[in-house]
């Protein structure tokens, strides 16, 4: 899992990525984006956005099945 440390060694390049989706969202032409140096930080936010988000979906998936089979009956009492 990500720490928490971990999470603040990436807050400026979370910070830098917010930026520029902002500016997308206020209509910035095309090519104008991001800047030549905020392009590593914004890779950097996103591939901790994407493994965040794929330890999450593996941590629910594992925690459905452990649901599941606490929901099963045991038959070999029977």
Do not use: C, N
């Amino acid at each position: 899992m990500i720490s928490e440390q971990d999470i603040d060694a990436f807050s400026g390049d979370l910070e830098t990525a917010d930026r520029i989706v902002e500016r997308v969202k206020s209509g910035v032409p095309a090519g104008r984006e991001m800047m030549a140096d905020e392009t590593m930080a914004f890779i950097r936010a996103y591939v901790l956005m994407r493994d965040t988000a794929e330890r999450s979906a593996k941590f629910m998936m594992e925690l459905h099945q452990r649901e599941l089979t606490g929901m099963d009956i045991d038959r070999s009492q029977e």
